[in-house]
């Protein structure tokens, strides 16, 4: 059964940083790509960061380039989406997924992805 977890969100003051956490089971994570998405109240899912196995051409949103690293462990089927500078802007709810990948490098369109997590919630306010 395959598994996205999210974990490590919660309330950060702007300027701030998170650590986010995906832990993924059911799937053999080395042939799929994992991305992070985040839906703010209102507003359309979006792409925030994508990564294949070998993490050499990882994808950004141009909102959040610069601030946010996406990187991974494959020997503990976990993705790290790692944030800091955090603005108010980037409270939402923050969702890991996945998809086979044949190429090296990933999407961040919502539609190639098969599966989702949960999501977790992160609020940047003061």
């Known amino acids: 059964q395959v598994q996205l977890v999210e974990s490590g969100g919660g309330l950060v003051q702007p300027g701030g940083s998170l650590r986010l956490s995906c832990e993924t089971s059911?799937?053999?994570?080395?042939?799929?790509?994992i991305g992070w998405f985040r839906q703010a109240p209102g507003k359309e899912r979006e792409g925030v960061a994508c990564?294949?196995?070998?993490?050499?051409?990882?994808k950004y949103v141009d909102s959040v380039n610069g601030r946010f690293t996406i990187s991974r462990d494959n020997t503990k089927n976990t993705v790290y989406l790692q944030m800091n500078g955090l603005k108010p802007e980037d409270t939402a709810l923050y969702y890991c997924?996945?998809?086979?990948?044949?190429?090296?490098?990933?999407?961040?369109?919502?539609?190639?992805?098969?599966?989702w997590g949960q999501g977790i919630q992160v609020t940047v306010s003061s």
């Open positions: 990564s294949t196995r070998e993490n050499t051409s990882p």
């Open positions: 059911g799937f053999t994570m080395d042939y799929y790509a």
């Open positions: 997924a996945a998809y086979r990948v044949f190429f090296s490098q990933c999407v961040l369109g919502i539609s190639a992805y098969d599966y």
